[in-house]
């Protein structure tokens, strides 16, 4: 372990679990609504649970594998930086786009708080 690890600040994801499931994914592609941008896409849609479930993908379009971690690294931590502004209660799959390898993780972030969370709140309210 490195030194100045223990001043490192490490963020976990408080209400949320992994969604591992591919029947999961392929409900969300269908029957989720979605925000689309540049770097990435989002399907999300309400659950019966009292957390959310995040899942991230990226395709062999977005690179190579060394691409593709990159990716889903940005995704996992612009996710935790917003987690807390999320309401709680939805599945989410997020999918990275080719572009999402040049950008650091504080743009992507930005653009979900900006873009999506206002659209999740929006569509969750839509439905009461």
Not at 64 to 77: D, H, M, P, S
Not at 108 to 114: A, E, R, T, V
Not at 116 to 123: L, P, T
């Amino acid at each position: 372990m490195r030194p100045d690890s223990a001043s490192q600040k490490v963020i976990v994801m408080l209400y949320t679990e992994i969604l591992n499931d591919n029947r999961d994914f392929l409900f969300l592609y269908k029957k989720g609504r979605f925000v689309a941008g540049k770097h990435a896409v989002v399907y999300f849609r309400k659950n019966r649970f009292a957390f959310n479930r995040l899942g991230i993908t990226a395709g062999k379009k977005v690179g190579n594998a060394v691409c593709r971690n990159r990716a889903k690294r940005i995704i996992r931590q612009a996710y935790r930086e917003n987690e807390i502004a999320l309401p709680v209660g939805i599945d989410m799959v997020i999918v990275a786009r080719t572009a999402i390898c040049g950008i650091k993780s504080d743009v992507l972030s930005n653009w979900i708080k900006k873009a999506v969370i206002s659209e999740i709140n929006k569509s969750l309210s839509d439905k009461n």
